[in-house]
């Protein structure tokens, strides 16, 4: 039944997709670079002995792991709202469906159903099928991702 809704969105979904990818592929490399920055802050202290001790490959280190989870963050709020806003508008498709339907229903419909069982389609259902949509599919397509790189690194 969604996939009629959001079929005409599928450059957003594959946005959504993509930006996932490198969201998730970001998280799990990112602390490789931690351990490269532990390794070099232990190579550091027992240089420092030695009286050649430099801190550059650590702040490296450092500073790669940080744009890596910068990177991750601002692919994943871009995500979210591309997600938010193909959500919104297929949810008011969905609005804009149910509203012509019920133009075309004889009265006597409406005199068989309670005027709040109507009015909770328009307003509870539908926003619970928007939070729905907006949550678990973005969190499905990204934990899934995120569990397929975990293993593969």
Not at 85 to 104: C, G, I
Request: net charge positive; proline share 1%; aromatic share 14%.
């Amino acid at each position: 039944y969604f996939i009629k809704y959001l079929k005409p969105y599928k450059k957003g979904i594959a946005i959504v997709i993509i930006l996932s990818l490198l969201s998730s592929g970001a998280q799990v490399i990112a602390p490789t670079f931690l351990g490269c920055a532990v390794t070099d802050l232990t190579k550091y202290l027992s240089d420092l002995k030695k009286g050649t001790a430099s801190l550059n490959t650590f702040y490296s280190a450092l500073w790669s792991m940080l744009l890596f989870y910068v990177l991750s963050q601002v692919a994943i709020f871009i995500a979210w709202m591309v997600m938010s806003k193909f959500n919104a508008d297929s949810t008011n498709d969905m609005r804009e469906n149910l509203f012509a339907k019920f133009q075309r229903m004889l009265v006597r419909y409406f005199d068989t159903h309670q005027d709040g069982k109507l009015l909770s389609l328009f307003t509870s259902d539908l926003d619970n099928i928007f939070n729905a949509m907006n949550n678990a599919i973005f969190e499905i397509i990204s934990q899934g991702i995120m569990f397929i790189g975990t293993i593969v690194i």
